[in-house]
C-alpha cells in the first residue's frame, strides 16, 4: 500500500535555531497533513495542505504541498522548548480519500535544548 | 467540551485473557479509527469505521476486532492478547472529508 518516508528520524537543536523536515512517497497524495504529538497526548492536526505547491502558515510553522504531489515540507523558525515533541506527516490513501481515514509516516522527533 | 475519551489510559494484562479498550466520541462523528503507536513505526491504523456498522481493516487488524453499533462508541476488542501487542493505542474520529482527524489521549496497554 502507499507509504510515506519522513526525515529525518530525530533531532537535537538549540533553542532558536530553524528547523526543516520532510515527507515523500512513491505514490501521489491529494491532501497533506502535519501532526504534533506532545509527551503524552495525542496527535494534534498543525497544519493541512489541498493543492500541489500550496504554501501555509501557522504561526512560526511553514508547510508546502509538493509539485508533483509526492512529497512535503515543514519548516519551523526560532524554534522554543515547547516545539518539543513528536512531527508527523500524514494523508488519506487512495484518490478523494477523506481525513478521517489516514496513514501517517514515521515520524520526526523533535527535542530543543533551552 | 468537544472530545475523543479513552479508557483505560494505563493497562496490564496477561497474554490471552481478553481484554476491551473503550472509545467514545461526542462530536457527532461520522469516521472513527484506531491506531497502534510503536517505537520507530509511527502511527499504523488497526481498523476504521466510516458508519454505524460499517467497518474495514486498516493496515494492521490481525489480532484485534471492533464493532460500531453506535456513532459516538467504537470499541477495540482483543480476544487472546500477545505480548507482541503490547503498544500505545490511539482512538481518533472526523466529520470525514476535509474535516481533521481528533485524537484521544491514549491507552498504553503491556502484555505479558
Known amino acids: 500500500g502507499q507509504q510515506l518516508n519522513q526525515s529525518p528520524q530525530s533531532m537535537f537543536i538549540q533553542e532558536g535555531e530553524d528547523v526543516s523536515m520532510n515527507c515523500t512517497s512513491s505514490?501521489?497524495?491529494?491532501?497533506w497533513l502535519w501532526y504534533k504529538q506532545d509527551p503524552g497526548e495525542g496527535p494534534v492536526l498543525l497544519i493541512a495542505?489541498?493543492?500541489?505547491?500550496e504554501l501555509t502558515s501557522n504561526g512560526r510553522l511553514t508547510a508546502q504541498f509538493g509539485i508533483t504531489r509526492k512529497d512535503s515540507f515543514l519548516n519551523i523558525s526560532a524554534s522554543i522548548p515547547s516545539d518539543v515533541g513528536i512531527y508527523f506527516c500524514?494523508?488519506?490513501?487512495?484518490?478523494?480519500?477523506?481525513?478521517?481515514?489516514?496513514?501517517f509516516g514515521k515520524g520526526t522527533k523533535l527535542s530543543v535544548k533551552p | 467540551e468537544a472530545q475523543v475519551t479513552q479508557n483505560p489510559r494505563y493497562l496490564i494484562t496477561v497474554t490471552g485473557k481478553k481484554l476491551t479498550v473503550t472509545c467514545s466520541q461526542n462530536?457527532?462523528?461520522?469516521?472513527m479509527s484506531w491506531y497502534r503507536q510503536d517505537p520507530g513505526l509511527g502511527l499504523r491504523q488497526i481498523y476504521y469505521?466510516?458508519?454505524?456498522?460499517?467497518?474495514d481493516k486498516g493496515d494492521v487488524p490481525e489480532g484485534y476486532k471492533v464493532s460500531r453499533k453506535e456513532k459516538r462508541n467504537f470499541p477495540l476488542i482483543l480476544e487472546s492478547p500477545s505480548p507482541n501487542q503490547t503498544s500505545l493505542y490511539f482512538c481518533?474520529?472526523?466529520?470525514?472529508?476535509?474535516?481533521?482527524?481528533?485524537f484521544g489521549n491514549g491507552t498504553r496497554l503491556t502484555v505479558t
Open positions: 481518533a474520529s472526523s466529520l470525514g472529508g476535509d474535516s481533521p482527524l481528533h
Open positions: 505514490s501521489i497524495f491529494n491532501t
Open positions: 495542505l489541498y493543492k500541489a505547491g
Open positions: 500524514a494523508g488519506p490513501p487512495g484518490d478523494g480519500g477523506s481525513q478521517g481515514n489516514l496513514i
Open positions: 462530536m457527532n462523528h461520522e469516521y
Open positions: 469505521s466510516m458508519n454505524v456498522e460499517v467497518t
